[in-house]
C-alpha cells in the first residue's frame, strides 16, 4: 500500500478499510452491532474533518478536529470489544 500524506485522504481510506474489515466479520448479533458502530465512527472521523477544513474561526476548527480523534477513539474501542468477547469464548 502506498504512503499517504494527506489527512483527508488518509481518513477516507481508514473509513474505506473498515468497511473492508467488517465484511469479513462472522455474522453474529454483537458483531453486526459493532460493526456498525464502526463503521459509523470511522466514516464521522472522515466527514467531521472535512467539516473542519471549512469553518471560519480557529475555535470551531479545533472544535470539529477533537469531534475527529473522539470519531478515531471510538472507533479503536469498537475493535477492542468483539475482539475481547472472541478471547473470552476460547
Known sequence: MEK????EDRLVRFAGE?????????RLFENEYYKN????SSGSASLNFGEAQG??????????VSL???????????????DYSKERRR
Not at 469553518?55 to 470539529?64: A, L, V, Y
Request: charge should be positive.
Open 55 to 64: 469553518t471560519i474561526t480557529d475555535k470551531n476548527f479545533i472544535f470539529k
Open 37 to 40: 458502530q464502526f463503521i459509523r
Open 68 to 82: 475527529v480523534i473522539k470519531e478515531l477513539k471510538e472507533s479503536r474501542n469498537s475493535l477492542k470489544i468483539p
Open 4 to 7: 499517504i500524506f494527506n489527512f
Open 18 to 26: 473498515c468497511i473492508f474489515f467488517t465484511r469479513q466479520l462472522e
